[in-house]
């Protein structure tokens, strides 16, 4: 299958002085670049970074095995590098490679089901590999590696990390769920937070129970797939508080018991059928924070397209100031999903893959007050 990229970039222009919620009108420009590599892509995470002026993208291809970085310019790419991972990483025994993030322009972070590992651009080799199997029964690193990530405020690597021992289940609500691990010491941290209590019953549906995590120098931010709120927990005062982020189009969860769901259909219709909280992102550029959200699609137009498709709902984006004032809301018609969304000093930018051989397409969307 011929495959290349789709680059979304959310570029912003707002004004953090009003404080009621409102919908901001937005531009889509396309732009298509080329990409001189001699096999065709075929990936399903990559990582996009800013690093001074320069908008850094790496691309695993599932493939051959390679990594792939460049530079991003409007309309091109520059400074094409191609590396083979070592032997160790493709050992079946740690799984596929499920997520990478860059660090710097020398190392980058290979997330895989069982092994996290720092891989060194220069000298091509391992700075640093953590198995993290679940063996250890107090810590558990969620097998979903896309929620593995690089902190650049305490360099180290960020991830929703179950902290439990053998009294304690995945679903107690007592436990903490996110953490960091050291890559010097291997030691880990974990992020005073817990799941919301609404995660013991069994009035949701499992497909609202995505927990998510966010740092910033002065917070931890904790969103979940159930609820519009946030938890905040203040890293110099240890407080800990719950926000209530209503967008202006908020609708209620149906809560149903799971007694309800007759089969895997009327599984993915109430998911559809319901308004979707997703990710949590800080911006370091631009000191807003980023709530991503779907909207739901309405009961007369369901039909069996969204069956399974549940990244076809479109996509909205509360953008808050870093006090956690709402600034206002985007709507995107174009039903992109919120996951391999990174954040650049424009805006956000967001990579997808296309039947296309050796293509870039580019699709930036401004918006204003």
């Known amino acids: 299958m011929r ?12 004004s953090c002085k009003s404080p009621e919620t409102k919908t901001l009108s937005h531009q889509v420009q396309t732009d298509t670049i080329f990409i001189p590599i001699a096999d065709t892509l075929n990936f399903s995470f990559a990582s ?33 590098r191609v590396f083979d991972l070592p032997v160790s990483l493709l050992d079946t025994s740690n799984g596929k490679i499920k997520n990478i993030d860059i660090i710097s322009k020398e190392s980058v972070l290979i997330c895989q089901k069982n092994l996290l590992s720092i891989y060194n651009l220069k000298t091509k080799t391992l700075d640093f590999s953590y198995s993290h199997s679940g063996d ?21 690597i960020l991830s ?5 021992d053998e009294t304690k289940k995945m679903g107690d609500t007592n436990i903490f769920f996110s ?12 992020i005073p937070i817990n799941r919301p209590s609404v995660y013991q019953t069994s009035l949701i549906n499992s497909m609202f129970t995505s927990e998510y995590i966010a740092v910033s120098p002065d917070y931890y931010v904790a969103a979940f797939g159930i609820t519009p709120d946030l938890t905040v927990y203040n890293r110099k005062t240890k407080e800990l508080k719950n926000i209530f982020v209503k967008s202006s189009q ?17 599984i993915f219709n109430h998911y559809i059928g319901s308004m979707n909280f997703k990710n949590i992102k800080y911006d370091k550029f631009n000191k807003v ?3 991503f959200y779907l909207h739901p699609i309405a009961e007369e137009d369901m039909n069996d397209e969204y069956l399974y498709e549940v990244g076809s709902k479109p996509l909205g984006v509360t953008i808050l100031s870093d006090d956690f004032k709402i600034i206002g809301d985007l709507y995107l018609d174009d039903e992109i999903y919120p996951f391999n969304i990174s954040i650049i000093a424009d805006g956000l930018m967001q990579i997808q893959s296309i039947k296309e051989k050796n293509r870039a397409v580019v699709r930036t969307v401004r918006y204003e007050k």
């Not at 290349?4 to 707002?14: A, E, G, H, M």
């Not at 250890?136 to 180290?156: R, V």
């Open 250 to 266: 908020y609708s209620d969860i149906k809560s149903v018991d799971s007694s309800e769901f007759k089969d895997i259909k009327a």
């Open 179 to 190: 953490g960091f691990l050291n890559p010097k010491t291997e030691e880990i941290e974990m």
């Open 136 to 156: 250890d029964s107090a810590y558990y690193f969620n097998n979903n590696a896309q929620e593995i990530s690089w902190n650049d405020f305490d360099n180290n």
């Open 289 to 291: 924070y980023y709530r």
């Open 3 to 14: 495959n290349s990229i789709l680059i979304l970039v959310l570029l912003w222009v707002v």
């Open 160 to 164: 929703i990390i179950y902290h439990f």
């Open 48 to 80: 996009i970074k800013q690093i001074d002026k320069d908008v850094l993208v790496c691309i695993n291809d599932e493939k051959t095995s390679k990594l792939y970085l460049f530079t991003y310019l409007p309309d091109s790419i520059k400074d094409l």
